[in-house]
């Protein structure tokens, strides 16, 4: 079965899978007469969930060097993305965008697009700015926000609160308040990324 990035035109296939705490990409070449081929395997945690890559390549180093370019790029991404970077583009953007618009990359301007328009086709059932409420949330100690909290911050829960400017390639948040989170589409497009990686390295077949 040949590996094809998901087209962002298919985005509730996406909708579906954004979810998916794990990702296993398993990639298969074929073996050149001959040649020792072998499957290789590494797992890393990055984006805040176990990437795991399995390749069966009839160079171990080349198999390799493609592996670690895929972790390589899951960690920029996150680099980017992260909202628990203070560093990160997306944090930088719920920082400030409610003051001001601010200029971002075009790649992340794409994603918050695509982002948009998952929220249209839901009629807001997918919506990036769960993070308002989503953040104040401590999954880890089980700590929550009070009920008056919740229900004063509810309101900041709305996609259409994102302003997006492409001539100016910038966001702009209509209210104090409001964050975003990628969550499963910056997952997502992740995977997108290291499939063409893989793809450029000539590995076309996928189980």
Known sequence: MSIHPSPVTQPL??????????????TLIFQVPGACAEWLHESAAIMGTRISVELWHDRADEGAQAIQEVFDEFRRLDDKL????EHSELSLVNR???????????EFFQLLERSRDYSEL??????????????????????KPS???TQASLPLIDYHHVILDREQSSVYFERPGVRIDLGGIAKGYAVDRAIALLQDRGIHHAL
């Open 122 to 143: 839901t009629d807001g059932a997918f919506d990036i700015t769960f993070a308002s409420v989503g953040h104040l949330y401590n999954y880890r100690t089980g700590e």
């Open 82 to 85: 992260s909202p628990y970077k």
């Open 96 to 106: 400030m965008a409610a003051e001001a618009p601010v200029p971002i990359s075009g």
């Open 13 to 26: 296939k996406r909708v579906r899978n954004i979810r998916v705490l794990q990702v296993l990409l398993t």
């Open 147 to 149: 009920e008056e909290t």
